[in-house]
């Protein structure tokens, strides 16, 4: 099992493509290090009581703020989950073809940027932690985005850019993606597996999580675990680990950073007037 206190990161994105998926995906298993692992999760054990939400069969917070009516309130994230995950993502240079103002998206030419380049405020300004137990899943659900244009689609009835970057800490588990049936009903039988593990970062884009359902199985324990089945086999830290075909989960924190779309100042407002 890796030991090495370390975190290393790719010179281009597209070489940590998850290749086999429909849509875009990213996998990178040495996100942040050991060390900066324990810190952000002492960070979250010891956050005031309550930041936490507790809901039926897990808890989460919610940084910098909730949502009011799909706004943010305009305040900066806490140092400790700007530094060093923020600035990371900015620093991946992905070289996927896009368009400038000099050129249609027939016309596209190679540029390198961060995933983050076409969204408004070209950072993530919101991040959700969420615990997970032993035991403990997500029910399989998709999100519904519009598309005015092709340089900025939104969401149908949320609040994001088209891009989630997944943070995973203290454990592994299987993301689940599955179709609809025809009837509408939910395909019980994954199409395909993502593997997280711990201190990697999983970024998905595109229509990955608005085309098919996505969700966590309630298990205390992966099993089928191979090559065959789960789809970034090939870039995990450590597959090895999971020879046996089976992972064995304890609790394990996720750190989601989105671009929330519209910001309101009122935040500004009311932090001026807390300090007079």
Not at 29 to 49: C, G
Not at 90 to 110: F, G, K, M, R, W
Request: charged share 25%; hydrophobic share 35%; proline share 8%.
């Amino acid at each position: 099992m890796e030991s090495i206190d370390h975190f290393s990161l790719p010179r281009d994105l597209e070489l940590t493509k998850i290749q086999g998926l429909p849509s875009t995906a990213y996998y990178i298993p040495n996100f942040v290090s050991q060390q900066e692992e324990r810190v952000l999760l002492d960070k979250i054990a010891t956050a005031p009581k309550p930041r936490w939400k507790q809901l039926t069969r897990r808890r989460l917070q919610t940084w910098p703020s909730d949502l009011i009516r799909d706004r943010l309130l305009d305040a900066p994230l806490p140092r400790w989950l700007e530094e060093p995950v923020v600035s990371r993502i900015l620093s991946l240079s992905c070289s996927a073809s896009i368009p400038d103002d000099d050129h249609t998206i027939e016309q596209a030419i190679t540029l390198p940027h961060h995933i983050f380049a076409r969204s408004p405020h070209q950072r993530p300004n919101h991040v959700l932690v969420n615990e997970y137990s032993p035991g403990v899943g997500i029910m399989a659900h998709k999100l519904k985005w519009r598309e005015k244009s092709k340089a900025h689609p939104t969401q149908d009835g949320s609040a994001y850019w088209p891009v989630v970057c997944t943070v995973s800490l203290g454990s592994s588990l299987c993301l689940n993606l599955h179709r609809s049936m025809d009837d509408g009903a939910l395909d019980p039988t994954p199409v395909w597996r993502i593997l997280q593990e711990p201190r990697s970062l999983l970024i998905t884009a595109d229509d990955l999580y608005t085309a098919y359902l996505h969700g966590i199985a309630d298990a205390d324990e992966d099993v089928d675990l191979s090559p065959d089945t789960i789809v970034n086999w090939s870039l995990l830290r450590d597959p090895l680990q999971y020879a046996q075909g089976r992972n064995h989960r304890q609790t394990r924190t996720s750190l989601t950073y989105r671009d929330v779309l519209k910001v309101s100042k009122m935040g500004n407002r009311l932090d001026t007037m807390f300090k007079r």
